[in-house]
């Protein structure tokens, strides 16, 4: 009982975190998908608006800056929960969901956060076109690694059910099986 707790909490504050995060990314998807899925010749606004929306993320107040480590921290927490566990369905799953998570951390790293730097810096729209269309797929690309952990930590949990319930039913088997002899 206690171990089914304690992987249903893993999965709380991991999936708690991926549903924040995808948040965070959905408010960003009004700005981007004019770079991912549209012509930018039909939007003539799309570069202005993305880009005082992304130099505007630079000046936001210190403390709206750290609200993604906290997530980042609660999502920590859920995968260390699950690879103490060091049973190999946590080591796969946790371990992928951790791989996952630190590709998402290097894209925004690599990716967003330059970007978003070189807009504020730059006037010259293709430049900021380029480095917007960086974002955008970064963003997607991000929050395709967030659906990845999703599915692996729903999956796990799942399969843990599955196979908890088989161990009770069995437990039982054993127990009539016993009485009737």
């Not at 009004?30 to 929306?53: E, K, M």
């Not at 993320?57 to 609660?74: E, G, S, T, V």
Request: proline share 3%; hydrophobic share 50%; glycine share 4%.
């Amino acid at each position: 009982m206690p171990r089914e707790r304690m992987q249903s909490a893993k999965v709380v504050l991991i999936l708690c975190s991926c549903f924040f995060a995808y948040g965070t990314y959905w408010s960003d998807w009004s700005f981007d998908y004019y770079f991912l899925w549209a012509n930018l010749a039909d939007h003539p606004n799309a570069i202005a608006r993305a880009t005082q929306y992304y130099t505007n993320q630079l000046d936001a107040p210190d403390i709206i800056k750290y609200i993604p480590f906290a997530n980042l921290m609660i999502a920590a927490v859920g995968l260390s929960a699950g690879l103490a566990n060091m049973t190999d369905g946590n080591i796969l799953f946790d371990g992928a969901s951790l791989v996952l998570m630190l590709f998402g951390l290097s894209t925004y790293a690599t990716s967003v956060k330059p970007a978003i730097k070189s807009i504020s810096e730059t006037e010259i729209k293709s430049e900021l076109a380029s480095n917007l269309k960086n974002i955008a797929a970064a963003h997607f690309i991000i929050t395709l690694a967030i659906t990845g952990i999703v599915g692996l930590q729903i999956t796990h949990y799942v399969l843990n059910k599955r196979a908890d319930n088989a161990e009770k039913a069995e437990a039982v088997a054993a127990a009539a099986a016993k009485k009737s002899k």
